[in-house]
């Protein structure tokens, strides 16, 4: 599993509280069995999206609403907590390597070198975390997530002013794919907002993902994305996906399924959880329950 992956990030004991930001709101929930989720919106405005510049437009509006959901913190005695960013407010990319060094600091600086020329900020600046998966295959292929650290750090400033650690961030889509087929060829598709995110997984392991703005949310625009990735799919990885798997969609849910099995010809199916169904702005933090819960 992705986060199994991210463990040396945690803090002991693990995060007893997880929050997932969107341009909509705040989602939080505690990691337990029941994982009821609160969600605070925010004002129009307050956030802005964006792997390149500031996405907290309005801190004030954004610490109110951190606050408000902090409340179900109080008396705790471990604050440590999880925080689900945005997929758009970072680059997320898999590099493939013929070799990959032990050593962690040449290990990080080989991969800002491969992505210097791709992102569309100073690499050497940016927040990074990353690991390399075990595939069996010749190349040795990494998953890299990077945002520039102030990004991060206006993300992170008020619940630090509320007390709470962030001792793991991660972005939404790495959280909801917990909830996603691990065996076989899948592709994702999550809409929030104007942002399209397709992570491509082929036996538990992320092959290829794609974040990106659409002209809007509409099924044509989506499918103009979807198309030429599944074709990209064939060509490159060396097979046809066995499933489809939606989320952020909605309403449009089922004519979405409908039109996308027809045109791609492959299963597709809605992204399903055991505590409710996953949205635009809380597919993440139920991905990340899921994954305490099987962990804990």
């Not at 956030?47 to 996405?55: A, G, Q, V, Y």
Request: glycine share 8%; proline share 7%.
């Amino acid at each position: 599993m992705l986060l199994d992956k991210l463990k040396s990030l945690l803090q002991e004991p693990p995060p007893g509280m997880a929050f997932e930001i969107s341009q909509a709101g705040i989602a939080a929930a505690r990691t337990g069995a029941r994982g009821e989720i609160e969600f605070h919106p925010l004002k129009a405005g307050t956030l802005d999206i964006s792997p390149i510049k500031e996405n907290v437009v309005d801190p004030d509006d954004f610490a109110s609403a951190v606050k408000a959901l902090a409340k179900s913190q109080a008396g705790r005695k471990h604050r440590d907590v999880a925080l689900i960013l945005p997929d758009y407010s970072t680059r997320l990319a898999v590099l493939d390597f013929d070799s990959f060094p032990s050593d962690p600091k040449e290990q990080a600086s080989l991969v800002r070198f491969r992505l210097k020329r791709s992102v569309p900020f100073d690499v050497e600046s940016a927040a990074l975390s990353y690991f390399a998966q075990s595939t069996g295959r010749k190349k040795i292929e990494v998953v890299v997530a990077m945002a520039p650290l102030e990004i991060v750090a206006r993300y992170e400033a008020p619940f630090r002013s509320a007390g709470m650690n962030p001792g793991l961030v991660t972005t939404s889509s790495l959280a909801a794919l917990e909830l996603a087929p691990e065996s076989g060829l899948s592709v994702m598709a999550k809409i929030a907002g104007s942002v399209l995110t397709v992570p491509v997984r082929e036996k538990g392991h992320l092959r290829l993902v794609r974040c990106l703005e659409v002209p809007s949310n509409t099924l044509d625009d989506i499918a103009a994305v979807l198309l030429p990735t599944f074709v990209y799919i064939e060509d490159n990885l060396g097979g046809r996906p066995d499933k489809l798997v939606l989320c952020g969609f909605g309403s449009e849910t089922d004519e979405a399924v409908r039109r996308f099995q027809e045109e791609l010809g492959v299963e597709v199916e809605p992204l399903r959880s055991p505590l409710g169904v996953p949205g635009p702005h809380d597919a993440g933090l139920l991905g990340y329950l899921r994954s305490a819960a099987r962990n804990n």
